[in-house]
């Protein structure tokens, strides 16, 4: 806040939600141990590396979630991992963020209208 009590920091603008993207993404094999759908949509929440931040549509912040459209599958067992033993899914599957192309490129042929 400054001298004028506005706040300095702008609230961040909300992504409008894409069910059907999502939808997409848990049909998905798990970008994690490659378990066959349906999955969990799960939000990337680990910050890139600074070479790799354009990765995001939407990098999430303290207590903030990432965009729908970095979203990744995982299945239930890796998607509790990642959220309650952090470390152990960073040495088996790495950061959640690079799952993000990998699983964009699996449904952007999917997202074709005709």
């Not at 729908?68 to 088996?92: G, K, S, T, V, Y």
Request: hydrophobic fraction near 30%; include cysteine; charged fraction near 25%.
């Amino acid at each position: 806040m400054n001298l004028t009590g506005k706040s300095v920091c702008p609230k961040p603008t909300p992504v409008k939600a894409d069910h059907a993207h999502l939808s997409r993404v848990r049909g998905l094999p798990c970008a994690a141990c490659g378990r066959s759908g349906p999955n969990e949509a799960h939000h990337c929440r680990d910050l890139p590396d600074y070479a790799e931040r354009d990765i995001y549509q939407r990098i999430p912040g303290a207590a903030m979630k990432s965009g729908d459209h970095d979203a990744i599958p995982l299945c239930q067992e890796d998607h509790w991992m990642f959220h309650n033993r952090r470390a152990e899914f960073h040495a088996l599957y790495g950061k959640d963020y690079r799952h993000i192309t990998t699983t964009r490129e699996a449904i952007s042929p999917l997202e074709i209208d005709f």
